[in-house]
């Protein structure tokens, strides 16, 4: 057994060594090899760059579109209305729609549940809920599903009223360049953040300002001289009374500020007409509006005047020359909320402080990944579903489970 092993081996060594003698009378060109590992390592940078690509533009077209189960809620809404028309309740509900004493909430919303989620959320926080009023603006789309469905559904004693933006009665200057619905703005924005004295960061945000749907605000409600203005994409977790108490000592607008990003910083994107660069960007989200002085200044003339100059310099697009001109025309104008009013970034930021979360009257979805959609982060998205109305044939129906 033993010699028959040794045979082995040194059989095995023999062979051994044949390849090695033949690999070496082979002549190895190291330019070829080169030249050749390049194009592999080429090739498969080109592939990584485009399913890259192909993975960004699909996670863009996913945070983008609505989803189906929801345009279905829609759909079916709609085709119920004119099927078997609710009753008209606009003529006997007016004089509560316009009533300066009461509490008025307006909210721009193309998204049925999305302002559903906030309405519930914020009278099921209120303790006097039968003198709010909540204003829905939407577009000619959306409209009449949105009125079945806040006709069909009840929060507390709150009275809902559902506005079509591209009907209402404006004067032929704000139909001309503002008629048509257009949801908060928001902007991604990177700057450098300090957690640690040893330690920086660059952070990303999504900021968020009125659109230019927001400067129909004046004329809309021209009876009414405050309201809160409230996103579409935020959960509301306490009493907002005490905002229409709030003395906002002249300013117009009561927003959270953000102070990680002032206006100097933002000098090459906003141009020159920058008076105090020290200013803190504002956020929206939960705005406390004083119309009154708002029409005393003139505030929509100057986002106008600021628009069209935009416009004129060879702006990009009309929503990027809006944004600019909204940043600009509330410079001086804003009254700082404290910090506890809004916890932002529940739609982009994984790394948010739970604890803070209770400590906040509005939890703010600003972001790319909303709760109503798949995309959405896990752990904040049961803040949002739990003022969700799912008693509704028509949910059933169109299988919508957020």
Not at 300 to 321: P, V
Not at 371 to 391: S, V
Request: a negative charge; hydrophobic letters at 40%.
């Amino acid at each position: 057994m033993q010699i028959s092993h040794s045979s082995k081996m040194g059989k095995r060594l023999e062979r051994m060594e044949a390849v090695i003698a033949r690999a070496k009378s082979f002549v190895l060109d190291c330019n070829n090899v080169d030249k050749k590992l390049r194009q592999l390592v080429d090739l498969t940078e080109d592939e990584a760059n485009f399913h890259m690509k192909q993975s960004a533009f699909l996670y863009q077209l996913a945070v983008q579109t609505v989803p189906k189960s929801l345009h279905c809620l829609s759909m079916r809404l709609a085709v119920e209305y004119f099927r078997s028309p609710p009753p008209d309740v606009e003529q006997s509900m007016a004089e509560k729609y316009m009533n300066p004493s009461l509490q008025h909430f307006v909210i721009f919303s193309n998204n049925i549940l999305a302002s559903s989620v906030v309405i519930n959320s914020t009278v099921m926080h209120s303790k006097e809920s039968e003198n709010q009023v909540f204003h829905v603006l939407t577009d000619g789309e959306n409209y009449f599903s949105m009125k079945l469905w806040f006709f069909s559904n009840t929060y507390k004693q709150a009275t809902v009223q559902v506005l079509n933006i591209e009907g209402l009665n404006l004067n032929d200057h704000d139909k001309a360049t503002l008629s048509r619905l257009s949801l908060s703005e928001e902007f991604r924005i990177s700057f450098h953040g300090v957690d640690e004295p040893s330690r920086t960061r660059t952070r990303t945000q999504y900021m968020s300002v009125f659109s230019h749907s927001h400067y129909l605000l004046p004329e809309i409600f021209h009876t009414l001289k405050k309201v809160v203005v409230l996103d579409d994409d935020i959960v509301v977790q306490q009493d907002l009374s005490a905002l229409w108490s709030l003395d906002l000592e002249g300013k117009v607008n009561g927003a959270v500020q953000f102070c990680a990003v002032r206006l100097a910083q933002l000098k090459n994107y906003l141009g020159e007409n920058i008076s105090d660069g020290n200013s803190c960007a504002w956020m929206s989200g939960l705005n406390i509006v004083d119309l009154a002085r708002w029409r005393e200044v003139d505030l929509t003339g100057t986002f106008q005047r600021l628009l069209q100059e935009h416009l004129n310099g060879g702006e990009e697009s009309f929503q990027a020359a809006s944004v600019r001109a909204s940043l600009l025309a509330f410079q001086d104008l804003v009254h700082p909320l404290d910090d506890t009013w809004m916890l932002s970034g529940l739609g982009h930021d994984y790394g948010l402080n739970i604890e803070a979360f209770n400590k906040a009257a509005v939890l703010h979805f600003n972001g790319n990944m909303k709760p109503w959609i798949d995309l959405g982060i896990p752990k904040y998205r049961g803040y949002w579903k739990r003022f969700l109305i799912r008693e509704n044939q028509f949910m059933s129906d169109c299988n919508v489970n957020p």
